[in-house]
């Protein structure tokens, strides 16, 4: 299938001016597409996208361009503009969601999730009018460009799905959504329980079946889902409930759920993404060898590789993901290729950081809505990881609660370990507790209130971590 997927996208993309420049009607196999085509970084692929955002068409990708979806921030822009084709489009964000829902419906035959509407959370867009293109959150280019027969199933209204005033969105989709039949919800975790807490302060009701009685899918991405799910079975509870996982970058639809009682994701191999990878121990050496999907290993750490029916050729992700299965190919992501603390070499991911909460706040039977982590030196090469911590339910001893998240990161990573053993070079982790609705406010100050936007949860470069933290102690 890959090999098909390879065959095509190279065949189309001689039309662009990119496979003129890169010799695409010579490239008949893997090792000639290596040898003629570098790997880039968005930074690096930039000078195309801003050709095709000029109106230029056939630049990555025959055709022209109308939508752009929006994503989280770059080093020569605050946000990165992601090129949807309407072959990426059609054949990979909804061929992704209708899968999604088929293999949902394989695993739960018995279903009713078509009985009744579904909720869609989405972000906005805006119309560039000089150039007649569309920049916005890929999640809403997808409602935008829905099919009628979804939009018959889906609630809110397209004007109120697409506003770009969180708060005001907020208020109507309650108002719409309290009365309907609500089957299924998509979204991203935080912003869904924003929109569930307020439909029960305007409902008056104790928890969300009583709104939505036959509420029974939740189809989530873009976050770690463990940290959030105390939360949902307090506001859904019912065993009734079941959650799905995607794994849908603005960059192409990846990867699904596919057992309902594992959590590791499909790799999706025929939505017209072609993908390589690179071992992150070497990309994090400064090698850019990539490897074809035939020669994965189980348990490896991946940075993840891609050519797309969008044009990004060769493209760095930013994912980093391991397999779990070969047969058929199944991943688990691990975090980012930029979202990491490696102050004193301890290493540690999004993945120990999301599990080292989640471990910790069953122990302590409390909740965590948001945090962010970063690395602090003291002096000599010294450091410590200081957490801002934003808490639901708080645990009855913060000093516990501390000393205990920085034992279970010891025992999820060696390197962390190894960094703290003795605190020669690597001091306990500090808990600042965050004061209610501290990360809301940033995003709201930030104007990243809504859609697909997310606090990162790691930040090297202290960066976010240190204006989360003034508004803290300014508030």
């Known amino acids: 299938m890959q090999g098909e997927v390879f065959r095509s996208l190279v065949e189309k993309g001689r039309y662009s001016q990119f496979g003129e420049e890169h010799g695409f009607k010579s490239i008949y196999n893997y090792l000639e597409f290596c040898k003629n085509i570098p790997i880039r970084t968005y930074e690096e692929l930039f000078p195309y996208i801003e050709k095709i955002r000029i109106g230029e068409k056939d630049v990555l990708w025959p055709g022209e361009v109308k939508w752009f979806a929006k994503s ?67 999640s809403a280019i997808l409602i935008n460009n829905f099919p009628f027969w979804v939009n018959m199933h889906r609630v809110p209204d397209l004007k109120t799905a697409l506003l770009k005033d969180w ?95 594992k959590k590791d994701l499909l790799l999706m191999l025929d939505y017209g993404i072609f993908y390589e990878f690179i071992p992150l121990s070497n990309y994090n050496n400064g090698e850019r060898i990539a490897i074809p999907l035939s020669e994965v290993k189980i348990d490896e750490v991946y940075v993840i590789v891609i050519s797309t029916n969008a044009g990004l050729w060769r493209y760095i992700v930013g994912d980093t993901i391991r397999f779990t299965s070969l047969y058929p190919y199944r991943i688990k992501i691990v975090g980012r290729t930029k979202s990491f603390l490696n102050a004193v070499g301890e290493e540690l991911v999004i993945e120990n950081a999301e599990l080292g909460i989640d471990l910790c706040c069953k122990k302590y039977n409390c909740s965590v809505s948001d945090f962010i982590a970063t690395a602090i030196f003291i002096e000599k090469g010294v450091a410590f990881h200081k957490w801002i911590i934003e808490f639901n339910i708080p645990p009855i001893s913060i000093l516990n609660f501390q000393t205990d998240l920085d034992d279970i990161l010891r025992n999820l990573n060696s390197d962390y370990d190894a960094k703290r053993t003795g605190s020669f070079v690597l001091l306990p982790l500090e808990v600042y507790v965050a004061k209610k609705y501290l990360f809301y406010n940033w995003l709201k100050n930030s104007d990243r209130l809504g859609g697909q936007y997310k606090v990162p949860r790691l930040d090297d470069s202290s960066s976010i971590f240190n204006e989360i933290l003034l508004m803290d102690t300014t508030y």
């Open 72 to 138: 989280s921030g770059t080093t020569n822009n605050k946000s990165k503009y992601i090129p949807i084709s309407i072959d990426s489009l059609e054949d990979c964000h909804f061929k992704g969601g209708k899968d999604m829902l088929s293999l949902y419906c394989n695993s739960f035959p018995n279903t009713n999730v078509y009985n009744g509407k579904g909720l869609m959370l989405g972000g906005s867009q805006e119309k560039d009018s000089l150039h007649s293109f569309t920049d916005g959150d890929l």
């Open 167 to 261: 708060e005001t969105k907020l208020e109507l989709i309650c108002n719409q959504a309290l009365e309907e039949d609500v089957t299924n919800i998509t979204g991203v975790p935080s912003w869904v329980l924003v929109l569930m807490n307020k439909m029960l302060e305007k409902s008056g009701s104790n928890n969300i079946l009583e709104i939505w009685p036959n509420l029974e899918l939740y189809m989530h991405g873009g976050v770690n889902f463990s940290p959030y799910k105390s939360q949902f079975e307090k506001l859904i509870p019912t065993n009734n409930m079941n959650y799905l996982e995607a794994y849908n970058a603005s960059e192409g639809f990846f990867a699904i759920q596919d057992q309902k009682d």
